[in-house]
């Protein structure tokens, strides 16, 4: 009954859809390819011929886009940011580590016990202690970090309220601390902000992210633009000599921003990457460059952040199946 | 239908499509092939394939639910059947369907008056 070049057709129509739907989780890819094909072999069964089953079918294209366009919705939505939370623990615990390392190595140096008032926390190890219970004092500049990764792991809907209250304590610490301290601490402010954002209940927060898309890459471009229109322009005027890295890396650059603004995702995983680099290379090399180099980190690992977890989700880290 | 028209057609029938099945199924279960026969004739989709996306996602959200039984011709079947939450959900559409095509209505006769 069935001739091998009908089914040919049949087969690449299914191929075509399972392609097509390679982005879904497994077990709905799965159900909707399982229900075509009995679609198929039940209109197979009424007398259809296999052209006009496909013919009113429609485009993969219109099955597969019909698909994602429920996805975006409600359902998915908590598994969406569940994700993303737990992508912004680790960065909590990423950036947080390494602020603390910085201001472990830095509160001997900062003077503070003079202006403190004694009943603070910080007040309580002095420069002798702190050399020899470096550990402890690490510990102690962990605290914020813990505050924030806590948010990671507990529930959407509750935690939400705890997620707001942890961002709010730790942007008053920035000042508490003092700005010598507390700088150290804005990556992990703005990880702290991200999950209050990832948390926020919102009933479709794909089609706001759109909306307000195309205006925070160009932002975003003009942010990571600055760095190497600053370096060519240095160069150029001669200003600033540039060594053998300098053309490489406002090349580099460059091409961030214009595929931020583009919404590539490898602009964003790139943005992503430099920003890490960045807070890692300003702790184990730290010179006076120090504090410029972590804010501008900590600017990219912000935006990398944005782009990869919202503008253009990279989906192949949801996949665990 | 001209080309306007039927992009007008295709975006109302998106946002009722999904309540469509749920009314479809709140009469009698039904298997994939009757369903998407049962909205081309009545002309409330145009491609047949656009229902399966669909139905995974009101089954996703407990609207409905399947159940497998053998056909006629020895074949098994998967046949869609609504839930209570489906029910419920339809009846919320149905009450806020007739509010708004009652006021469109108002508003399109007040055109020609």
Known sequence: MRKPKKQSLVARYLEELDSELRNLPAAQRQAVLADVAEHIDEARGEGRTDAQIIDALGSVKDIAGMMSESVGEEKVSGADARYRLKALGIAAVFVGLLAAAVDTWLYPSTGLEEVWPDWLPSSWINYGMSADFGAGLMLLFMIPTALVVVGAVIPLGKGQVYRVLAALVLSAAIFLLGLNLGVFYLPLVLVGWLMVAAGAANRNPERRVKQISLGWRLLAALVVLLAPAMLIAGMVSGAAVGDGFSVPIAAVLGLCGVGVALNWKAAHAALLVIGVLLLAMSVFSMGMMVLAVWLAGAIYLFLGLVGVLWLNPVRWLYRKN | ?113
């Open chain 2, 1 to 113: 239908m001209d080309e306007s028209g039927e992009k007008i057609a295709t975006n109302i029938r998106k946002g009722v499509l999904e309540y469509c099945v749920l009314a479809m199924l709140a009469q009698r279960e039904m298997y994939g092939l009757e369903l998407a026969e049962a909205l081309v004739e009545r002309n409330l989709t145009a491609s047949e394939g656009s229902l399966y996306p669909l139905l995974a996602r009101l089954k996703a959200a407990g609207l409905v639910d399947t159940r497998w039984e053998g056909g006629d011709s020895g074949r098994r079947r998967k046949y869609y059947e609504i839930t209570q939450r489906g029910s419920e959900q339809l009846a919320q559409f149905a009450t806020v369907w007739n509010e708004i095509s009652g006021q469109v209505q108002e508003l399109l006769e007040d055109q020609h008056a």
